[in-house]
């Protein structure tokens, strides 16, 4: 059981490194354009704050550290707990999975090549929305399964 709470852990706190080194180099790229931060309109590339993967970051960084109180808690605290972070990663897999469809959609639909931080891509396969979206898929598997460990344990 130990070992899947720290799976989970793991892939909870990889997700959270992937967000935030996106999101600091979607910031360096808007300050280098931009010279601030605070400009919402009329930008060369979008506002990092205006982007998913800035909401994403944090989704990640709340649920590494809720799994790692789980990791830590007792058996009544994982039994409630767990099913708590199995919504938060199904939330954030909805989310990060309808960001990236909508990638999709402008690529191959509006004929608009640029990703979800805003810069030009090749493919909407190769976007931090995709990557994102299938640790979020795989942090909610992870999530499922020891969600269902802890109520076989507690009965």
């Known amino acids: 059981m130990k070992r899947l709470l720290q799976l989970q852990s793991f892939i909870f706190g990889s997700g959270t490194i992937f967000a935030y080194y996106t999101v600091f180099a979607d910031f360096s790229r808007f300050y280098g354009f931009e010279g601030t931060f605070f400009k919402f309109t009329g930008c060369v590339v979008p506002n990092p704050l205006l982007t998913p993967c800035f909401y994403g970051a944090f989704a ?12 830590r808690g007792g058996e009544a605290f994982r039994t409630k707990h767990q099913l708590y972070l199995m919504l938060l990663g199904l939330a954030g ?30 493919s909407p396969f190769f976007t931090p929305c995709m990557v994102g979206a299938i640790i979020f898929a795989v942090a909610f598997a992870v999530t499922v399964f020891a ?5 076989l344990t507690s009965t």
């Open 60 to 71: 990640f960084l709340f649920g590494f550290v809720w799994s790692l109180f789980i990791l």
């Open 93 to 122: 897999t909805i989310f990060a999975w309808g960001n990236t469809a909508y990638g999709f959609y402008k690529f191959y639909v509006l004929n608009n090549n640029t990703g979800c931080s805003g810069v030009p891509t090749e």
């Open 147 to 151: 969600r269902r460990k802890t109520r």
